[in-house]
Nanobody, 118 residues
Framework: QVQLVESGGGLVQPGGSLRLSCVAS????RNWIMRWYRQVPGKERE????????????TYADSVKGRFTISRDNAKNTVYLQMNGLKPEDAAVYYC???????????WGQGTQVTVSS
């Protein structure tokens, strides 16, 4: 079955950096658009970034533009989220999301916690 497994979360001070990873299995990774979302308790899940199937197209939420970078390695079935200049408001559970390029199929990972605090 399809699995998305995130890792790389943790505690970081404001201004610090983290790199999240999401390893996919059970699907043909190169055919899937990959996205990162985040969610804090009591709020809706928020879009963070998206990368196309060939990594040629990336988009970002305005709140992270210029600080976060999404990338993918199709040979490793992995999507990354490099987060620099972290702010307390970036603290959330970060989720990896796979969206089929030619259908409505979608899968979610279990999430990884990012805490930004001094």
């Amino acid at each position: 079955q399809v699995q998305l497994v995130e890792s790389g979360g943790g505690l970081v001070q404001p201004g610090g950096s983290l790199r999240l990873s999401c390893v996919a299995s059970g699907l043909t990774f190169r055919n899937w658009i990959m996205r990162w979302y985040r969610q804090v308790p009591g709020k809706e899940r928020e879009y963070v970034a998206r990368i196309g199937t060939t990594a040629g197209t990336t988009t970002y939420a305005d709140s992270v533009k210029g600080r976060f970078t999404i990338s993918r390695d199709n040979a490793k079935n992995t999507v990354y989220l490099q987060m620099n200049g972290l702010k307390p408001e970036d603290a959330a559970v970060y989720y990896c999301n796979a969206v089929a390029a030619r259908s409505t199929a979608t899968y979610w990972g279990q999430g990884t916690q990012v805490t930004v605090s001094s």
